[in-house]
């Protein structure tokens, strides 16, 4: 049949659906046949796809089988089809030689006959040669007959005596003519030479020699050894060896070898069972007169395990997902081995112990298909090795490996390696700048482990993290959009969520809680004596009478930062000389170091640092001036009183009032002066020095240093002031006047006795 021809419809004759063939995967496994057919899977028609020569496949074989599968899947199947190769007659018959020369002696008998080679005919049945025929002629005739095995056997019949004198060469044409239609035919000439006389033939022991040798034989082994005897003496007597015909599956040249004087036939080549399982030898014995005969050697190749295991991928899935379910097929495999018997029975399975089952199906394959859920996270390839083994002795393996790819699901979300993650801050940070990086894995592969951040707050009440904080989005770099002051905000919990990019997106959250770190950026704030008093220090009266260690006021003051850097220290800064207080460095107290004297200094201007502990070190000054007054505890008593119903008023006319309050105390104390002046003219003792009636009076004795400190500027003239003092610290109420130039000098307390100043000056 011609390529492309159609065979049949293996989709009817296996009672398929034509329209299910492509999605059911239809197609042909074979070792051989596969050259020779193909299935269209559009039409289920089986077609040839090279030209098929059944003698090249069978030879001379009865019956000529091509075998293969056609394999299906969802669900799979396997069916084995056999196709039947029919012969024509496409082969004529042949001699093994065109010429056969024949020598016989004159006195050949009638009746004689001389062997000859039947013509062979690759085609069966009636194609193979069916009759002979002998052309005419006056001394010979043909005589055909029938083996046991159902081989032609043809003998040249001598009917009358020849005449070598007469005619010493005849020649005779040979037909063989097989039963075909149309009918071939082939010929041979046959030369008859008549030579002298030689009576007797040679005759082997055995018209057919039969024996068994293993495939593996060594070469040049000698395997059987034939034997021919003939009567005549001499040159008649002496017999040569040698193959008479070379047929399909032997060449004497090749296979075998025969020795032409003992008959010992050899290997000449290395035997296969696999390619051949017999051999036919025809072996002819021939003697110096030219008589021949002729017998057979059957030579049957013994098969041994000398072929391993073949594995054959017929189907393979790679990669699956690994959420597959359990049962899923990941290969079809074949497995052949070329020997028979037991050397041919093969067992299979898989090397590892994997997720993987291996089951037989038919015949000769098996699937692998899934036995448990895959995790591609754990194992994400498989290399799985397939071992076959024979039965055969010694046993032969073979191994195949394959590759499967496990593919990514996403079944992991992202993931954080603590719930919680804490971050800390410095305030005063650069707007912009990264403060944290936060990632999670993913241990999907892909788009699946591809993470986006973003960040959300648990707390509404807060304050908004998107003005503060931002995260990039592939990265996990968390950024501060402005800077921080601890002094507002301590510290921020936002929610970072991680989303990745597979389909559906799963996610997974953590919390950062960021401290905002205090840096020492707010100096101490002094509370009392209060600073806003437009460059004028504090007013402090001291009871003269003041023991060693008494309070006289208490510097508070606070630092908005925390730690560290809000523990204040208080220090003297400026405090004349000696020093007649001391500080608490810790409390901010101020306290007498010492009992006062009538000669020490009436007025003390100190100043007042209060320093935090942070580095750098942030300070806050207060001036205060402290006046030593005898008449300190009623005073207190009386100020305070005045200065409520001031502060009750306007505070417009606050600084008015302040004047006023201030030019009242002045003439006052001016009437007073002027008052013990007189009295003290009025007294008929003798002049005492000056200010010596004070000792006991409303004032002690000024010390003439007082003046010094005046020209010192610790009191700068000319300033009014308006003191509250209350009974204890807390009760004191402070009011600075700014400079009035226009207040008269000569009408301040002590104006008249400049010249005590002037004195001391100039001493």
Known sequence: MRKDSVIANIADDLGLDIKQLSSRKLRIVSRASEKYFYANVDNGNLYIKDRIDRETLCEGEPSCLLTFDAVVENPFNI?????????????????????FTLETIELTAAGTRFSLHAAEDPDTGSNSVQSYKLSDNQYFTLSEDRNADGSTFLELVLEKPLDRETQSLHELILTA???????????????????DVNDNFPVFTQSVYKVSINENTPVNTTIITVTSTDLDEGVNGQVTYSFSKTSGNVHHTGTFSINPVTGDIKIN???????????????????????????????????????????????????IPEDSAVGTMIALIEVHDKDSGKNGEVDCKLSEDFPFNLVFSSNKYYRIVTATSMDREKISRYII?????????????????????????????????????????????????????????????GENAKIYYSISTPDTEGPTVTAYLSVNIET????????????????????????????????????????????????????????????????????????????????????PDSGHNAWLSYHFLHLSEPSYFVITHHTGEIRTSRVFQEKDVLNHKIVVMVKDNGHPSLSSTVNLLLVLSVHAN??????????????????????????????????????????????????????????????????????????????SRTLTFPYSYNVCVGYDASESDFSYMKPNQDVPVENLIDADDSELGNENIKE
């Not at 050697?297 to 395990?305: A, F, G």
């Not at 510290?491 to 840096?519: C, K, M, W, Y």
């Not at 806003?532 to 006021?553: H, K, N, Q, R, Y």
């Open 79 to 99: 069916i084995n089809i056999k196709v039947e190769i029919q012969d024509i007659n496409d082969n004529s018959p042949a001699f093994f030689s065109d010429a």
């Open 476 to 559: 996990g770099v968390i950024y501060a959009q402005r800077s921080f002051d601890y002094e507002q905000h301590k510290e921020f919990q936002i929610q970072i969520n991680a989303r990745d990019n597979g389909s559906p997106s799963l996610t997974s959250n953590t919390t950062l809680l960021i401290h905002i770190v205090d840096q020492n950026d707010n100096p101490p704030k002094i509370l009392y004596p209060s600073p806003d008093s437009g460059g004028m220090a504090a007013f402090e009266m001291v009871p003269f009478d003041s023991e060693e260690g008494s309070l006289i006021t208490k510097v508070v003051a606070i630092d």
């Open 634 to 711: 009623n005073f207190q008593q009386v100020v305070p009183r005045f200065t409520e119903l001031v502060t009750e008023e306007n505070p417009q006319s606050n600084l008015q009032l302040y004047l006023i309050i201030a030019l009242g105390l002045i003439s006052l104390l001016f009437i007073i002066t002027v008052m013990l002046v007189l009295i003290s003219k009025c007294k008929k003792s003798e002049p005492v020095p000056m200010f010596s009636n004070f000792s006991s009076n409303l004032y002690p004795q000024i010390d003439p240093r007082i003046l010094s400190q005046y020209e």
């Open 269 to 319: 080549d290395k035997l296969d069972f696999e390619q051949t399982h017999d051999y036919e030898l025809s072996v002819q014995a021939k003697d110096g007169g030219g008589l021949i005969s002729h017998c057979k050697v059957l030579v049957e190749v013994l098969d041994e395990n000398d072929n391993a295991p073949e594995i054959s991928i017929t189907s393979l899935s790679s990669p």
């Open 385 to 445: 090795t397939i071992l076959t083994t024979d039965r055969g002795f010694p046993r032969l393996s073979s191994r195949r490996t394959i590759t499967l790819e496990i593919s990514d699901v996403n079944d992991n979300p992202p993931l954080f390696n603590r719930n919680t993650y804490v971050a800390y801050v410095p305030e005063n940070n650069l707007p912009g700048s990264s403060i944290y990086t936060i990632q999670a894995s993913d241990p999907d592969a």
């Open 177 to 195: 003519m097989d039963g075909g239609k149309p009918m071939r035919s082939g010929t041979a000439l046959i030369r008859v030479i008549v030579t």
